[in-house]
């Protein structure tokens, strides 16, 4: 510093920025070290002038005090916009990973075989074949002579009634080279028929299929179908495949829809004979708002229609089935567009502000 040169105050200081950065837009951090570099530049020519000197001292200090504020800015706007992009990640995340507890579904599916578990059945419309003939297997109720009467030809043949006597059937139902094949895997069914023989003689059999987990009942009907056989059932399950058993430790599972469609809390999906579907029935503790199914067993497919609030569905080929209920998000979609357009820019929002606070901190 010349003798008589005018001392120039801190604040003066402050602003006597390097050439180089006068122009450009700094942060607060590049600002403090400016000024500091300028507060010592001030010093050094200040040093004949104690009280130029201890001026400049007490402007680096606060310098200090401010530059240490602005590192814990810093640090608090880089946490914050970090836990922003975490919430919002989080949120997002969950909405999508989330399925619904039930959802609103319909079927309507004709397959050659499926699988039902139900609570109870209750006969529609009684079947009637004619030239039937009857083959009973497993725990039945009737003996070998009764077996041996109703595998003789009947001129025709009726299911009248079908009730279920206990808490849970587990059930195939089954369409085959013009026969109907019904097997009970777990619990009992009463089943009531009417026949009679070419040379006309009526009679009357009631059988009781009892069917295990290590053997099933069995009741097969081959012949013409004049009346389809109509059943309503309260369902706790529905399976279509079939299954193929190849020995003691070898099933083969393979498609058994012919045709069909869902309708999954309004989103139509039509089925393929490439697919396998499994549903599981979400029931209300009110009894009167129970959903049933109905099944119908024609000359050529067995057809189930249902609507019903269902807790799982997955749907696909053999080896990649998918599960069907929909998250959080595709709820939100489907119910209200126009929410779900307000959270998505508003999350979007949140996103871009929270990314914003990390980079620039």
Known sequence: MEVGEPLRSPAESTWAAPSNVVGKILSAGDQISAAKSA??????????????????????ENLSKLETLSGVTRRRDTIQGAVILFIVLA?????????????????SVSARELVITTASVLVRTP?????????????????????????EPQATLAITEIQQTSDVLRTVLRQEDGCHLLVVR???LAISLSSA???GAATAQDLVLRGSNSKAASLTICGVVEQPLAIAARLSDMTIEQRVNHGVLATEVLPSVLSGEL????????LTPLDVLFVRVFHDEDPAKASAAFVDMTATAVSVRLSANVSELTVGTVHDQKDRMPNILESLSRDSPLGTVYSSALAAFAFLWGLRKVLVA
Do not use: C, F, W
Not at 39 to 59: N, T
Not at 91 to 107: D, T
Not at 263 to 270: A, F, H, L, Q, S
């Open 197 to 199: 023989t070419t040379k």
């Open 39 to 60: 507060a010592i530049a001030s010093a050094m020519r200040a040093l004949d002038s104690p009280d130029a000197l201890a001026s400049a001292q007490k402007h680096l």
């Open 186 to 188: 777990e619990g009992s």
């Open 263 to 270: 309708d999954i809390g309004g989103r139509r999906m039509e």
């Open 91 to 107: 949120a997002v995340g969950l909405s999508m990973g989330i399925k619904l507890g039930s959802i609103a579904a319909a079927a």
């Open 127 to 151: 079947a009637t074949y004619i030239n039937a003939r009857v083959v009973v297997g497993g725990d039945a109720g009737v003996d070998a002579e009764v077996r041996k009467l109703l595998a």
